[in-house]
């Protein structure tokens, strides 16, 4: 990743197809979850494969696979055992789907495509350290806290002095502008707030 302000420029083959004009998000790799469910697979395969050989072979069959075939023909569809290991099952595949259709790389704000063979995007915190910086240029601006997401830039500002109005509109002004400047796909819808600093004592 580069370091904070500049985008981050990634190869065409790590995301999805785009136009010209904008980048679609990025896709993670999910190289773990991928690789947890091959091992498993693989392990469990070998394993009654293994042990469909030997029954060939005019051995016994595993323990294991004697105690769970008489515990699969013995309780109900009801047990809470067969309930708990199919609400499992359930819950792993949903998670498996999720990963499978969601692009994930939640932390890339996309850019715009000037070149159709560069794709480039900027993280979340890089873009919100910009945005502090520009309101921090305001006058009245005494300190900001800036939320920034794929479609709205949160921004608290606090004012020390100036009129509350003055210091919003020339904060709406500044930030307008600045997220124009960022270059991405989708454009973030402003949400600003400014409030005054307490008085101490």
Sequence with gaps: MSRAGAPTTLDETAGTPADAGGSGRFWAPRRVPAGIVAVLLLAGAGLLLYDIIAVRA?????RWRRALARQLAERPLDDPWVLAGAALAAALGLWLLVLAFTPGQRSLLPMRRPHPDVRA???RDAAAQVLRDRALEVSGVRSVRVGMR???AAVRAVSH???????????DTTLTEAIGGLGLTHTPRLALRVTRAARKG
């Design 58 to 62: 005019h051995r016994p069959a595993m």
């Design 161 to 171: 002095f100036r009129e509350l109005d003055d210091v919003r509109a020339d904060l």
């Design 150 to 152: 794929r479609r709205k």
């Design 121 to 123: 995007a900027l993280r």
